[in-house]
């Protein structure tokens, strides 16, 4: 048995057993979503056991996140005040969530069990099709739980990163829907008309996601524009992010750790 057992549903995920027909097929198939649709979903690869536990002892240390608010661009820089309002480069949109680092997840805690586990890095390796793929060395952002509470959202974007690797854990009850328009830009064209429409437009066209507690999701974000709408209702989006990465001893910068945690931490044990 492995020591994520009762955290994975093994029979429909074997990432233990790569190496067989069932290990096989579940690459496969993974592969050719994400090729498809630009994300690939696994529900109920998470025990729904292990996501009780896993709320209840995110509930714990709920006192603890880190709350962010923030206007941006979708691409994360500076806007450029030369262009018109409207104009990619310079519009701005609102996010706003809290987070929980790594270091406050308990040892041994189901989330922590599967991240650890070099057979869970083999397998998100062998989606993504990066051997080796490294987890992080950050202390604070290698496996983060993210809350969107009512008035909460995630404005457009497209991630740094070429991929993303999330878990959901709690749907809220109206609105956190996550929205994204595959491949909208390209490594040859940036193609801002087509960003400016979608941001205008308040997702025209794009495709909406609803995942189910237990559901993993392995996402190429740099090329999507994406987001989470607003929450509403009286119950929290809650969801994991795991950080896996194409080289050793990734971690945030000292100003980077402070924005999204609200605080520095130096030492790492997550490797």
């Known amino acids: 048995m492995t020591e994520y057992a009762d955290v994975v549903d093994l029979d429909r ?10 290990g096989r097929a579940l690459v496969a198939q993974s592969r050719a979503a994400l090729l498809d649709t630009g994300i690939c979903q696994l529900p109920g690869f998470v025990r729904a056991a292990a996501v009780e536990l896993t709320l209840t002892q995110a509930a714990a240390h709920a006192e603890q996140e880190w709350s962010s608010e923030s206007t941006h661009t979708v691409y994360f820089i500076k806007p450029d005040e030369s262009l018109d309002a409207d104009h990619p480069l310079r519009r701005q949109v609102r996010s706003a969530k809290k987070a929980l680092a790594y270091d406050l997840i ?15 890095t083999r ?11 490294y987890r992080s060395d950050d202390p604070l952002d290698c496996l983060e739980i993210a809350s969107f509470h009512p008035g909460d959202e995630l404005g457009w974007h497209f991630d740094n990163s070429e991929f993303s690797v999330t878990l959901m854990l709690q749907e809220p009850a109206s609105g956190g829907e996550f929205d994204y328009y595959p491949a909208l830009r390209t490594v040859d064209d940036e193609n801002f008309d087509g ?3 979608a941001i205008e437009s308040d997702g025209e066209g794009s495709i909406r996601i609803t995942t189910a507690p237990g559901t993993l999701a392995v996402f190429h974000g740099h090329r999507a524009l994406h987001r989470v709408t607003l929450v509403e209702g009286n119950l ?13 001893g990734m971690r945030l910068s000292e100003l980077t750790q402070k924005l999204f945690y609200g605080r520095n931490v ?5 490797g």
Not at 14 to 20: A, E, T, V
Request: glycine share 6%; no cysteine; charged share 25%.
């Open 13 to 22: 995920y074997p990432i233990h057993d790569l190496d067989s027909e069932a």
């Open 106 to 120: 308990p040892d041994g805690a189901p989330l922590k069990r599967l991240y650890e586990s070099d057979d869970m």
């Open 123 to 133: 397998f998100i390796g062998a989606v993504l099709e990066i051997d080796p793929l």
């Open 195 to 197: 960003v400016a429409h």
């Open 236 to 248: 929290t989006r809650i969801n994991a992010v795991l950080t896996f990465g194409d080289r050793p």
């Open 266 to 270: 130096q030492s790492a044990d997550a």
